[in-house]
């Protein structure tokens, strides 16, 4: 998955009603539409309630037949939740290196996901055995980063690395680093999500 890096924390607000979760999934669809029509991303307007104004970092997924379809986000918390989700829906349709930008055709087939990220914890480990027994499967996002070495992955990712041993290996592999690495400048950061999609 594409992210930016150097993150700062987000703040850790969490638990967005129903209502709430529609509109975000909305504005969502709505900036990729905006992107097909006019070739570029779409003005921010309304979202007055004090939730859209949240500053939070996310990720927007895109799912086509239950496959990855676009994947970007952010660990740098500099916008408003609804710009923020409003910015990375258009980057996950268009700008996701690993994907063509998508094709009118395909919008009615896309499923959109949105994972808002809490605050991220560092964690004080000193070695791959400590990191792996401080791992909590299924719940923990991990983020790494080391000199120019910077990765994450959300917490859906153990669904596919169900093995903690697999997880870090294959995180180390996408900052580009050799599976049995390990340095005292290598840093560590768990986070969790609130993840919500559109039916389907």
Request: proline share 5%; net charge positive; aromatic share 8%.
């Amino acid at each position: 998955m594409a992210e930016r890096t150097e993150a700062k924390p987000a703040e850790d607000r969490r638990g967005l009603g129903t209502i709430e979760r529609r509109q975000l999934l909305m504005l969502a669809r709505d900036s990729i539409e905006y992107g097909l029509s006019h070739g570029c991303r779409q003005p921010l307007s309304g979202f007055t309630d004090a939730v859209f104004r949240h500053h939070a970092a996310c990720f927007v997924t895109l799912t086509k037949a239950g496959a990855l379809r676009g994947c970007v986000g952010t660990l740098v918390v500099n916008q408003s939740l609804a710009e923020t989700i409003a910015y990375f829906s258009y980057s996950a349709a268009f700008e996701d290196r690993r994907f063509e930008p998508l094709a009118a055709k395909e919008l009615a087939l896309v499923r959109i996901g949105i994972s808002v990220l809490s605050k991220q914890q560092p964690m004080s480990v000193a070695s791959d055995a400590q990191l792996l027994k401080a791992l909590s499967p299924g719940k923990d996002g991990l983020t790494i980063s080391c000199g120019r070495h910077h990765a994450t992955f959300l917490p859906q990712v153990w669904e596919s690395l169900p093995e903690p041993r697999a997880f870090v290996s294959a995180l180390k592999a996408k900052a580009g680093l050799s599976s049995d690495f390990w340095s005292p400048e290598m840093r560590w950061f768990r986070y969790e999500v609130e993840s919500f999609s559109e039916p389907g």
